[in-house]
């Protein structure tokens, strides 16, 4: 009996210091990890990272670039290339970055990919569903609006132009409109993890 309760004590001891040593390294390891959070594109972002010395200047880098991902991908913010092209009538040209023209030759890859399914020129019928930069609706849109919004949808309608002088889009049908919310937050989310790792 006496041997039992020895040997039962070396355990609990063996155990409570395991819990303890466990406890600080996982204290130790929160303690390195540092967060950083912000607001971009209509939402909230968020980043855990190991400690960092220069943290508040990681941040700022962090948001302005967001911030200017937005002013390219906003679908709402007037200043963004977006919204600009969106508002273009036909067969007028907006120059756009080397960026966008990625996104977008991306989404027509992945169209034709997917037979049609994802389409990036549905813009005015997200907006009539409320899920853009228009107020959700009090009724449901009727069949004869649903139907003319779908006319204004279509890749075919885009038209992307690369030359000497920049890169260059424009639609041959008034009404197109663009809304890059399947592909511009995984853009925005690879644009901070080039930084972050730059940033090593």
């Given amino acids: 009996m006496i041997i039992l309760n020895f040997i039962f004590m070396i355990f609990l001891f063996f155990l ?6 466990n406890q600080q390294y996982f204290n130790h ?12 594109m209509g939402t909230y972002w968020q980043i855990k990272i190991p400690h960092v010395d220069n943290k508040f ?34 067969n007028k040209i907006l120059n756009i970055n080397k960026n966008l023209l990625k996104i977008i030759l991306i989404s027509l890859k992945i169209n034709k990919k997917t037979y049609g399914k994802l389409d990036i020129t549905i813009g005015k019928l997200i907006n009539m569903w ?27 309608h885009l038209k992307i132009t690369s030359n000497s002088m920049g890169n260059y889009i424009q639609k041959d049908i008034n009404g197109i409109e663009i809304n890059l919310s399947t592909l511009g937050e995984g853009f925005a989310v690879d644009h901070i993890a080039s930084i972050l790792k730059k940033k090593k």
């Fill in 57 to 90: 200047y990681l941040k700022n880098l962090i948001q302005k670039t967001l911030d200017k991902d937005e002013e390219m991908l906003s679908s709402w913010k007037k200043n963004s290339i977006i919204y600009q092209f969106n508002q273009l009538k036909k």
């Fill in 16 to 21: 409570i210091s395991f819990n303890i040593l």
């Fill in 29 to 40: 390891e929160k303690k390195k990890k540092i967060i950083l959070q912000g607001k971009t």
């Fill in 130 to 156: 409320g899920f853009g930069n228009k107020k959700k609706p009090y009724n449901y849109p009727s069949i004869k609006k649903i139907q003319k919004n779908i006319s204004l949808t279509g890749i075919q």
